[in-house]
């Protein structure tokens, strides 16, 4: 088993590398393969991970049921992308083209490498270091297409994102110094190590390290207010990286949010960070769910719903009830799949008009014969409809919210995602199902001269496979995934 | 607090204060090359807080991180910003949304919150006075400043690079003898990331022509 820590933290490093020296031909298919690959060994360490405390190789890698979670929704976002990607660029044969997929695959690999090693890691500051590398790559693949608003979307990126982490770094040496009461002025952060010893760390110092690694790692994570580099470089990224930032890359900072969360239940009780939470959710969830009413860009409109569901996130951990924390897990997943597939979708749809403007895309569905129905599908599914998992993840947490005391916050909660409902689905029907508008003229072409049919398979399969996903995650998740989620909840609970 | 010797506990607090001095004097800097030099002679200070302590308190660990600090952080990452800088031929920062006195008011006030609030922790340290900690905090408020306020990507970038240095004396303060591999790390990180930012102002530069970033409001809503 620890054999394949292993793998998973040195194979997407080295494809990288290969692929910036091989054609890119070959390293779309390198990397098809790698995602494949890291996939399967994530989903083998399942149901090893679902029933064992925890599987460790050396001392800097771990995997326990929360970390595979994670993982999961990593790697199965690394091999969707990596299909998506193959069929979403088309690049010349120039030179200038070449340059742009080598660097295009060096850093997609080399992106989900980083994802893939955040939640392996052992320990605060190794997570830490993890997800720093994710922004440096992250805001380098943002500026790749080097045209203004990339430049000035990486820029934000960069400098914020950099910002929060920080304070996120703060946060560490903070828990570092809380753990010194108990173990003494040198040892090492590992997490067995700050779990087991929670429970004498000085109660001050402990809320202090949770409020900056919630403000920290909350703006990776997109929690309003400091979400505002997220729109941005959601929207100008090239897309395959858009669905990696929005599906992955935000989940892997909750992951760490979660791992603080995990320590400070031990150590003050959960009442403190339960209140942090919620309101850094409440805060994201009516931002997004006013900017979801009146988005004009495609790319936008699905990076607002992001931070949506990270304030859903966020609330749903803010209740007690176990069945919403399995909620919240089950959420990571499909909010994974869900928005892969949407941003696919979205991807084809931008190549197919030349446009992000929604009042420039009329009749989705009869130009896209596949891609366009399965995109209003996982806009649907990101709605919280069955048959899709996220229905099944957000009626998990809601009902975990009724149990609670404080159920105001399920009232919002309803009321807020009802409204990105509206917002989502009015503006998914108006591009997709109305009749297309002859008299527009959006990009060279014109939508009347534009043609009937697929941009690339590739797309259509990459979306299928989500859309799988989703339905399965919706209307009969495995047992092994139900009993790793319980497992891992039951980790995130208060220890009795 | 362990009975630390008088000399050295003032030695720890002027550095300190040093450290939060030069962060206020960034703020009224108008040259950008002046912002470089009193960020690179902030991580000076930072540096030989950390070979004080290192020699004091016997933590033979802190003199290599005090030597990779000084490489990266008071020789290479100015000397990167500088060579921009000459490429882009330019010597005054960009316009700032406040004045200077209002910026130096503000920061005293946001320093006073830090201080206040962090000191009020009642954190014990092995290493430094625990004033350090409430002042290392004050630095990183402060620092936030010259990054909301600047509208140039020079400015804003050395307002990132010290809240670094004011993590860094924090880091100083409660946690020493801290892995020695985690602070590499840490430092390597911090590497990656001044190459990265430095990648994306060049390429900002290449396409504005210029280093402001008032030009970059195509993006909202």
């Known amino acids: ?496 | 607090m362990p009975s630390a010797p008088s000399t050295y506990a003032g030695v720890a607090d002027v550095a300190t204060v040093l450290i939060l001095l030069s962060e206020f004097a960034m703020l009224r800097a108008p040259l950008l090359r002046s912002q470089i030099r009193l960020y690179a002679f902030q991580s000076l200070v930072v540096t030989a807080l950390a070979i004080v302590i290192a020699s004091t308190r016997h933590i033979e660990e802190l003199y290599v991180l005090a030597l990779l600090s000084f490489g990266l952080k008071v020789v290479l990452v100015p000397s990167l910003v500088m060579r921009l800088l000459r490429k882009a031929d330019l010597e005054l920062g960009g316009s700032s949304a406040l004045g200077v006195p209002s910026m130096i008011l503000l920061a005293i006030g946001v320093s006073a919150i830090g201080f206040f609030s962090i000191g009020s922790l009642q954190v014990h340290s092995i290493a430094l006075p625990t004033t350090a900690l409430a002042i290392s905090a004050a630095v990183v408020l402060v620092a936030f400043l010259p990054i909301i306020f600047r509208a140039d990507v020079v400015s804003q970038a050395i307002g990132f690079f010290s809240l670094e240095n004011g993590v860094s004396v924090a880091s100083l303060v409660v946690a020493a003898k801290l892995p020695l591999v985690v602070e590499v790390a840490f430092l390597f990180d911090l590497l990656l990331a001044v190459v990265v930012f430095g990648l994306i102002m060049r390429l900002h530069h290449g396409r504005t022509g210029s280093l402001s970033t008032e030009e970059l409001d195509r993006l909202k809503g």
């Open chain 1, 1 to 496: 088993m620890s054999s394949i820590l292993v793998i998973l933290v040195t194979m997407p490093f080295a494809v990288a590398i290969a692929s910036f020296f091989i054609p890119t031909k070959a390293a779309k298919i390198i990397t098809i393969a790698a995602g494949a690959v890291a996939f399967v060994l994530a989903l083998a360490l399942v149901p090893s991970a679902a029933t064992r405390s925890q599987i460790v190789a050396g001392s800097l890698l771990r995997v326990d049921a929360l970390s595979a979670v994670f993982l999961v929704a990593t790697t199965f976002l690394y091999g969707t992308t990596a299909v998506f990607a193959s069929g979403y660029l088309s690049l010349s044969n120039n030179d200038a083209g070449k340059r742009y997929g080598r660097r295009f695959y060096a850093g997609l690999n080399l992106f989900c490498w980083s994802m893939t090693a955040a939640p392996l890691v052992n320990g605060l500051a190794l997570l830490w270091v993890a997800i720093e590398i994710t922004t440096v790559i992250s805001a380098l693949l943002v500026a790749i297409d080097d045209t203004d608003e990339a430049t000035e979307a990486s820029w934000k990126y960069v400098l914020i994102a950099s910002l929060g982490l920080g304070i996120a770094l703060l946060a560490t040496i903070i828990m570092y110094y809380a753990g010194t009461a108990a173990f003494g002025s040198s040892y090492e952060l590992s997490f067995t190590k700050l779990l087991s010893g929670a429970g004498k760390f000085p109660a001050d110092v402990v809320r202090l390290s949770f409020v900056l690694a919630v403000l920290g790692y909350g703006t990776k994570m997109g929690l309003a207010p400091v979400h505002t580099w997220l729109p941005d470089a959601h929207s100008e990224a090239p897309t395959p990286v858009s669905a990696l930032l929005s599906g992955a890359l935000l989940a892997i900072s909750f992951y760490a949010i979660l791992r603080y969360f995990q320590i400070a239940i031990r150590s003050i009780g959960p009442t403190f960070p339960r209140d942090v939470l919620l309101i850094f959710g409440l805060a994201s969830l009516v931002l997004a769910s006013l900017y979801l009413l009146a988005q004009r860009d495609l790319k936008r409109l699905l990076a607002y719903s992001s931070v949506e569901h990270m304030g859903i996130l966020a609330i749903g951990m803010s209740f007690a009830a176990p069945i919403a924390i399995v909620g919240v897990l089950l959420h990571v997943l499909a909010h994974a799949a869900a928005k892969g597939t949407a941003f696919f979708g979205a991807g084809s749809v931008v190549r197919k008009f030349a446009t992000k403007d929604m009042r420039k895309i009329r009749g989705g569905i009869d130009l896209l014969p596949w891609s366009g129905p399965m995109f209003v599908a996982a806009i649907l599914a990101l709605s919280a409809m069955p048959p899709f998992g996220i229905f099944r993840s957000e009626f998990l947490i809601v009902s975990g919210g009724l149990q609670d005391p404080r159920d105001f916050a399920t009232v919002v909660l309803v009321i807020l995602v009802t409204m990105a409902f509206f917002g989502l689905s009015w503006f998914a029907t108006q591009t997709m199902l109305s009749p297309k508008d002859t008299s527009m003229t959006p990009g060279p072409s014109g939508v009347a001269t534009l043609v009937k049919g697929e941009v690339s398979i590739y797309i259509v399969i990459s979306m299928g496979i989500g859309l799988i996903a989703l339905v399965i995650l919706g209307v009969h998740p495995p047992e092994v995934l139900l009993r790793l989620l319980n497992h891992a909840a039951a980790e995130l609970g208060v220890p009795k």
